[in-house]
């Protein structure tokens, strides 16, 4: 595609729910990113899928979070039993290499937990 | 580890005059700087980046900034903006792969 797509714009859950997130990134793109963007904190890095090599899973708050990439293209960030605070802003970027390279970012998932 | 510090949340500024927005990053070697734009319900875009070379960096928009490797400072400027340039934006350091980000600046343009 044109541009990373992601999917759903917007997810209303219910506390304790899981939910899946879906990143497409753009086609060629080696590197992919999740960022979780909260009000007033800035984006905080959670996850780096480079090529075939193992991901970078620091940046993960806790072991309800996890994420995959499949066929080194389109990956899904999967919250467990969803919390309140996990409501947030759920951004994925790709790049061609890494970031001294541009990366391109989706509008988001707008993640609610209620 | 990198750090990134934007000095100011919230930046009012009247449509035509000119804005700085401060960002210092601490990081023990060398980094990759960016600037990333996010208008309102739409993602981010880049800006402008420094690699290398030339410290005062051109980007879109009429925008540009300055890498100052003493003061580890990347201040984004533009001389007159427009209502379109409300906005919030975020600087980023590149450390190997991983992007980190400052909290955010927020610029609110009024006629």
């Known amino acids: 595609g044109a541009g990373v797509s992601q999917s759903p714009s917007n997810k209303v859950t219910e506390k304790g729910k899981d939910v899946e997130l879906r990143c497409d990134p753009i086609s060629g793109h080696t590197a992919l990113y999740w960022y979780r963007q909260s009000l007033g904190q800035g984006l905080e890095f959670l996850i780096y899928?480079?090529?075939?090599?193992?991901?970078?899973k620091s940046g993960l708050p806790s072991d309800r979070f996890s994420a995959e990439r499949t066929g080194g293209s389109v990956s899904t960030l999967t919250i467990q039993r969803t919390q309140q605070e996990d409501s947030a802003v759920y951004l994925c970027a790709s790049s061609s290499q890494s970031l001294n390279t541009e990366a391109f970012f989706g509008q988001g998932t707008r993640l609610t937990v209620v | 580890a990198q750090s990134v510090t934007q000095l100011d949340s919230q930046v009012p500024v009247f449509e035509e005059a000119p804005v700085e927005l401060r960002c210092n990053y601490s990081s023990s070697v060398s980094v990759y700087l960016f600037w990333y734009v996010q208008y309102p319900n739409q993602g981010l875009q880049l800006l402008l980046k420094?690699?290398?070379?030339?410290?005062l960096v051109k980007g879109i928009n009429g925008f540009e900034a300055e890498f100052n490797k003493s003061q580890t400072s990347f201040h984004l400027r533009k001389p007159s903006v427009h209502i379109s340039d409300t906005a919030e934006y975020f600087c980023?350091?590149?450390?190997?792969?991983?992007?980190?980000f400052g909290a955010g600046t927020t610029v609110t343009v009024r006629a």
């Open positions: 980023a350091v590149s450390e190997s792969y991983k992007l980190s």
């Open positions: 420094y690699l290398s070379g030339s410290t």
């Open positions: 899928f480079q090529g075939n090599s193992a991901p970078d």
